[in-house]
């Protein structure tokens, strides 16, 4: 799987991507992640990417021709999103449809954005990470190499680890415990102690189930409530807490 990523900060980026879970998916020829210095095609001697924009305002913003430059020297893999708080916000199901993908690539903004041209024109798409204001796309580019990179088959050391993930099935994880058994007094929950395989899953559906409930009823909601199994497991008193 290849992704391009074109900013004016490769190395925050390079850097990131080099080390973990991304950096030995890389190693193992899992992910190609490549990484493209805007900065290489500028053509004055300051090697200049901004300028102020047309029409006046606060701030610069990045000049097209060494983004159009730049993107057309790789032909990247598309679709190429442009990182910014306008596009499709990602979320778990996005993540998991560009995992099956081929590949894609991202353009990072900077200062006051793009000028529109590479948005209009250029890019395919664009993307958010949330509704927030960041100071460039290069933090956006690592939470779409992360999210993204964990789901590519063969990343996860054990593959079966993001399938009852949060967000998955349109609910929260169940909680996770490991060794001490015991610990300033708390206790592991002694059913996920008990080696019965039936009981332990059926109660940490429940767990997740009221975790959900309580943190993101939202996402109940968005499942169309809860089913009768679930209610029945919720009031089921051998499922306790
Ligand atoms: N003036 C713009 C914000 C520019 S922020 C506006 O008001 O919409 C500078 C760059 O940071 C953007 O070009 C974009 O690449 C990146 N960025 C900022 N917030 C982001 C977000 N929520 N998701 C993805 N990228 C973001």
């Given at each position: ?7 004016i ?18 190693a193992?020829g ?9 900065r ?5 001697v ?6 102020s924009?047309?029409?006046?305002g606060?701030g ?5 021709e060494p ?22 916000r990602l ?12 590949g894609?690539s ?19 798409g ?11 796309g ?25 399938g ?15 060794k ?15 080696g019965?395989h039936g009981r332990?899953?059926?109660w ?5 189930l009221?975790r959900t409930?309580?943190s993101r ?5 968005a ?18 807490a």
């Amino acid at each position: 799987m290849r992704i391009d990523v074109f900013t004016i900060f490769p190395d925050m980026v390079s850097g990131f991507a080099g080390q973990s879970l991304l950096g030995r998916a890389t190693a193992k020829g899992l992910l190609d992640v490549r990484i493209h210095d805007l900065r290489e095609h500028t053509t004055d001697v300051h090697r200049t990417v901004d300028d102020s924009p047309f029409g006046g305002g606060a701030g610069m913003v990045l000049r097209p021709e060494p983004i159009y430059a730049s993107v057309e020297a790789v032909d990247p893999p598309r679709p190429l999103f442009l990182l910014g708080p306008g596009g499709r916000r990602l979320d778990q199901a996005m993540a998991q449809e560009l995992a099956n993908s081929g590949g894609f690539s991202l353009l990072c903004g900077r200062y006051e954005g793009v000028d529109d041209r590479v948005r209009t024109d250029l890019c395919d798409g664009e993307l958010s990470i949330g509704d927030y204001v960041l100071g460039g796309g290069e933090v956006a580019s690592m939470v779409v190499l992360e999210a993204v990179g964990r789901l590519v088959p063969g990343v996860m050391g054990n593959s079966a680890s993001a399938g009852d993930e949060s967000f998955s099935d349109g609910l929260l994880e169940y909680p996770q415990f490991t060794k001490p058994a015991e610990f300033r007094g708390m206790d592991v929950p002694e059913v996920l102690r008990s080696g019965d395989h039936g009981r332990i899953a059926r109660w940490r559906r429940v767990r997740a189930l009221e975790r959900t409930l309580a943190s993101r009823p939202d996402l109940i909601e968005a499942r169309g409530g809860l089913s009768e199994d679930e209610q029945a497991l919720l009031a089921d008193p051998d499922l306790q807490a």
